[in-house]
């Protein structure tokens, strides 16, 4: 069946610290993985992604690593700040070469602690 | 540019009766999806149009349907309501259709079924 799952559903980190919030997929074909952050009442906001030809990649205090020899990914944030508060989902593309399809993890729900 | 546009925001409605919710894309944005969000089931793929072709389908019930219009606006259609159809509508642009694209999601439209 389709699964992304989320290893842990919370975690809480002391804001300056770094998070890593991991994924497991099992869809050895995907290709597009996406980071999602999601606040109360909000929809989810585009963080990073990372195509399959990638290993890792950066953005502003962010990093999305990917190992595809065991499907998984992990999203770590650098200096944590109660703005980061929120949940984050994980979500690969698995549509064919022309339609766009995001399943998505349960999500992980980050607090950080002042 | 304004981001995607949802609306209404809330919606109650009976046991029933259906619904009619809206979405406009970011401007030049030509693809537009529709998810569904639950607690009990997180977030869950119902359909993508592009070009006002429905280009996939999730695993919702015919009573589920929706449409796009030239402009790239798109609506989607509730019939006959039942409790369990309680939930965060969320739509979602992207330029075009495909594997690789990165998708922004509007705010929701909160249905309450009641």
């Known amino acids: 069946g389709e699964s992304v799952g989320l290893h842990l559903p919370t975690l809480s980190v002391q804001e300056g610290d770094n998070s890593i919030i991991n994924c497991a997929y099992s869809n050895s074909a995907s290709d597009y993985f996406i980071w999602y952050k999601q606040e109360s009442g909000k929809g989810p906001q585009f963080i990073i992604d990372i195509r399959s030809n990638m290993d890792k990649r950066q953005g502003q205090r962010v990093t999305v690593l990917l190992n595809k020899t065991v499907k998984h990914l992990s999203l770590q944030i650098a200096a944590t700040q109660p703005g980061d508060s929120a949940v984050y989902f994980c979500?690969?593309?698995?549509?064919?070469?022309?339609?766009?399809?995001?399943?998505f993890g349960q999500g992980t729900t980050l607090q950080v602690k002042p | 540019k304004a981001g995607v546009t949802q609306t209404p925001r809330y919606l109650i409605k009976t046991r029933g009766q259906q619904v009619t919710l809206s979405c406009s894309p970011i401007s030049g944005h030509r693809s537009v999806s529709w998810y569904q969000q639950t607690p009990g089931q997180g977030l869950q793929f119902l359909f993508e149009?592009?070009?006002?072709?429905?280009?996939n389908k999730g695993n919702f019930p015919g009573r589920f349907s929706g449409r796009q219009f030239s402009n790239s606006r798109s609506e989607m259609n509730v019939s006959t309501l039942e409790l369990g159809d309680s939930a965060l509508y969320l739509c979602?642009?992207?330029?075009?259709?495909?594997?690789?694209?990165?998708?922004?999601f509007g705010s929701g439209t909160q249905l309450s079924v009641l």
């Open positions: 979602a642009s992207s330029l075009y259709s495909g594997t690789n694209e990165k998708l922004f």
């Open positions: 979500a690969e593309n698995r549509g064919s070469s022309n339609t766009g399809k995001l399943i």
């Open positions: 149009y592009f070009s006002e072709t429905q280009r």
